[in-house]
């Protein structure tokens, strides 16, 4: 609920404070006295997009702050705490603006987003009147009002997961049968690889250990003479028989060193181990460089193999077994791609016959919703003396869609016998302000949480009409909170609150003030919408016969 709403410096508004109440609050004054401005004020603390000179001439800056009430179970709050923004019982809203047109907002003292300002507005109020394109006029939204009506939210959040499924069912088929596609487009490769690589059988360090094998091959004659010539000298002809001889010596003569050949005699002993492992390591390596010539071709013959089919596939040589790997794997996935297609598309007939089933219940809530949607405009038509004009919930197919597969439209007939058409295009000013009205009390239910606004909705009706008009506002506001901007006493009547806006010249400046009224208050001011500039006697009694009702 709206309570306090704190204006300053807004078109030809200084300063303005008003303290709303629940129920039918009416705001009254001449034509081009500023109500449609208080309304601007309050769309523009709501992040609502609308006109850009808003401030007050001369002035630094415009502001606004609204105060609203919030119960524990209002939307706004899930709003709040998704923004990381404080909530609590009282939600205060403040919006200035420069002559530049540099908006700044704040949420409880917290700076904010016009976006966050404008996703609270959607909780926090309705505004109305007879150019209401973006609320009860706008096609688009009736679905969504009936869905409303009818308490379909069970049945909608069960059609939208439905559809999902069906979706990603339908996109996981799409996917397999393209990869399937794809993949028939290169079978012919792919076998044909798969056979070559097969055929090769490649492993992961093989070029390397061939490559070396060859250079050793190659090497081989140069090396075998080297290494003959090595193993001689260190054989009985060389080293060793020199060694020998060496320690044959020096042990005759050792008794009588005294021990002086002892560190040397061990030290042949250890020269003569290592020599033997030198012996040992140059035969193993000659015994290596034996080998048959036809080796040497053949290892070319699969490094070369080895390396050409790398190039060939662009892959490094210890990267062909990887590869085959792969290829293998897409081999696989095309021969075995007709069953999974089949898997698929069986997955995708269950998700389809589960989302046209949830979609045909919804369907089915949704023509019931309309027929008692209907029967009840027909019912509250009648107060507002349109008993004659019906109203109809017309539905009709529309491609599948995570809300279902039907388009809802509310179309009025204003005469027996003529047929129906939208509401802005059938009914005039006053017929829809009517249509709009009982509509609103319809779709309303018992939801109190936003305060409603009515923007001269009353305009074009009179006498008895006007009266059934504002008793509908009066119902409409009880438990909750409207405003109602009007021209018509008898609206105005039956508010239980009620503003005075009128034009003041101070000096050189107009301004515009609204000044909450009292009962006698009130009385001239229902004279005045009777009777005009004069307020006469007769007016005031028939005020007071109005606002006693």
Not at 12 to 33: K, M, S, W, Y
Not at 250 to 262: I, R
Not at 361 to 373: D, N, S
Request: aromatic content about 4%; overall charge negative.
């Amino acid at each position: 609920m709206l309570r306090h709403l704190d204006i300053r410096n807004m078109l030809i508004i200084d300063r303005l404070e008003l303290a709303f109440q629940p129920g039918l609050n009416v705001l009254t004054g001449e034509t081009g006295a500023g109500k449609s401005i208080l309304l601007d004020s309050l769309g523009f603390v709501l992040g609502w997009r609308g006109r850009a000179d808003l401030v007050r001439a001369g002035a630094e800056q415009g502001e606004v702050v609204a105060e609203f009430a919030l119960s524990s179970s209002h939307p706004a709050r899930a709003i709040l705490e998704e923004a990381g923004l404080p909530a609590g019982d009282e939600l205060i809203l403040r919006r200035v603006n420069t002559p530049e047109g540099r908006k700044t907002a704040w949420i409880n003292d917290r700076r904010a987003s016009g976006e966050v300002l404008r996703a609270l507005s959607d909780t926090l109020v309705e505004l109305h009147g007879q150019q209401d394109d973006r609320g009860l006029l706008d096609p688009r939204q009736h679905r969504a009002m009936l869905d409303a009506f009818g308490g379909h939210d069970a049945l909608l959040a069960e059609t939208r997961a439905a559809f999902a499924a069906r979706r990603a069912a339908q996109k996981a088929l799409e996917a397999a049968e393209a990869r399937l596609a794809e993949m028939r487009a290169e079978e012919d490769f792919l076998r044909h690889a798969v056979t070559e690589l097969d055929g090769l059988d490649p492993q992961p360090g093989e070029e390397e250990t061939l490559d070396a094998r060859r250079r050793l091959m190659q090497g081989a004659e140069r090396m075998r003479n080297d290494v003959a010539r090595a193993a001689a000298a260190l054989g009985l002809e060389g080293a060793e028989g020199a060694m020998g001889d060496a320690r044959r010596w020096l042990e005759g003569v050792s008794d009588k060193a005294e021990g002086g050949l002892d560190a040397a005699l061990a030290a042949l002993e250890r020269a003569a181990v290592e020599l033997t492992e030198a012996q040992a390591g140059v035969e193993r390596f000659a015994e290596a460089l034996e080998f048959n010539p036809a080796e040497l071709e053949e290892t070319e013959e699969r490094l070369f193999a080895l390396r050409a089919l790398a190039r060939k596939h662009g892959v490094a040589p210890d990267d062909l077994a990887g590869l085959a790997d792969e290829l293998r794997g897409r081999l696989a996935a095309l021969d075995g791609g007709a069953g999974e297609i089949a898997g698929l598309s069986a997955a995708a007939r269950d998700a389809e016959r589960a989302y046209d089933a949830a979609a045909a219940r919804l369907a089915a809530a949704r023509t019931e919703a309309a027929r008692r949607l209907d029967a009840a405009m027909a019912a509250e038509l009648a107060p507002l003396k349109m008993e004659r004009a019906v109203f109809t919930t017309e539905i009709a197919e529309a491609p599948p869609g995570p809300e279902g597969a039907q388009v809802v439209t509310f179309t009025v007939a204003t005469t027996p016998g003529a047929p129906p058409g939208p509401l802005n295009r059938i009914a005039s000013g006053g017929e829809l302000s009517r249509f709009l009205l009982a509509l609103k009390v319809c779709l309303t239910g018992e939801d109190r949480g936003v305060t409603m606004i009515f923007d001269e909705i009353d305009r074009g009706v009179g006498g008895a009409t006007a009266d059934a008009v504002g008793r509908r506002l009066k119902a409409l506001a009880e438990g909750g909170q409207v405003l109602v901007v009007t021209h018509s006493p008898q609206v105005a009547a039956l508010g239980a609150h009620h503003w005075r806006v009128a034009k003041q010249v101070e000096g050189e400046v107009t301004l515009s003030r609204v000044t909450p009224l009292d009962a006698r208050d009130r009385i001239d001011e229902v004279a005045r919408m009777l009777s005009g500039d004069t307020v006469t006697e007769a007016a005031r009694a028939a005020a007071r016969a109005l606002l006693e009702g």
